[in-house]
């Protein structure tokens, strides 16, 4: 890595926005410095949203990842501080709009209850979506399968179905989106 003219006038204690100045020009040991710095509170402040540890974690990783990669066209008004706050006050933010979203999508593959005034072919064809549902969770993949009966049939959360089977929450999420992908690529025939 190059060194630059900043690296020559370092104070012995840097300052966040020299950090930040020195960042911007590809700088790894300034990175590192402000990554030490501000990770445990930072995933310590997504946590008090979130209440997860591991999601915290994963946040405030994958903001310091992309703070590397957009680096060069950062542009700070006021603190380094703030700044970094700010923008993971964002990130949670687009966590619990993501979450929204992905909820929505999740309540989409419920096969409907049949509640008052059917006909008797609705009720038919209830019966026969049910009965391919069925079909198809046997054919999925074990653990896919296991993961979508505790999450989906039996109402778990993903947390909680994550306990019950000892995998880490980000595994039974991504069992859970392949369970509900199958289940739409096979009976989207069945849809039309």
């Not at 209440?51 to 994958?62: A, H, L, M, P, R």
């Not at 966590?95 to 999740?106: E, I, M, P």
């Not at 419920?110 to 026969?128: F, K, Q, W």
Request: hydrophobic residues 35%; contains cysteine; positive net charge.
């Amino acid at each position: 890595m190059k060194s630059s003219n900043l690296h020559q006038n370092r104070p012995v204690m840097e300052s966040d926005e020299l950090l930040f100045e020195l960042l911007k020009n590809n700088d790894e040991a300034a990175f590192e410095k402000l990554y030490l710095k501000y990770y445990d509170s930072l995933v310590r402040y997504v946590g008090m949203s979130i209440q997860d540890k591991y999601y915290s974690e994963e946040i405030v990783q994958e903001f310091f990842m992309q703070l590397w990669m957009k680096k060069s066209y950062l542009k700070i008004q006021h603190s380094v501080s703030s700044y970094l706050y700010r923008s993971i006050r964002n990130k949670i933010l687009n966590h619990f709009r993501d979450q929204s979203t992905y909820q929505k999508y999740f309540l989409l593959t419920d096969v409907p209850d049949i509640y008052y005034d059917t006909s008797g072919m609705e009720i038919i064809e209830h019966n026969e979506l049910e009965r391919k549902v069925t079909h198809l969770i046997r054919k999925m993949p074990e653990r896919c399968r296991e993961v979508y009966v505790l999450n989906r049939q039996k109402r778990f959360s993903i947390r909680k179905t994550a306990q019950i089977l000892s995998r880490p929450v980000n595994t039974v999420d991504k069992q859970v989106r392949r369970a509900v992908s199958f289940l739409r690529e096979h009976l989207a025939p069945v849809a039309n």
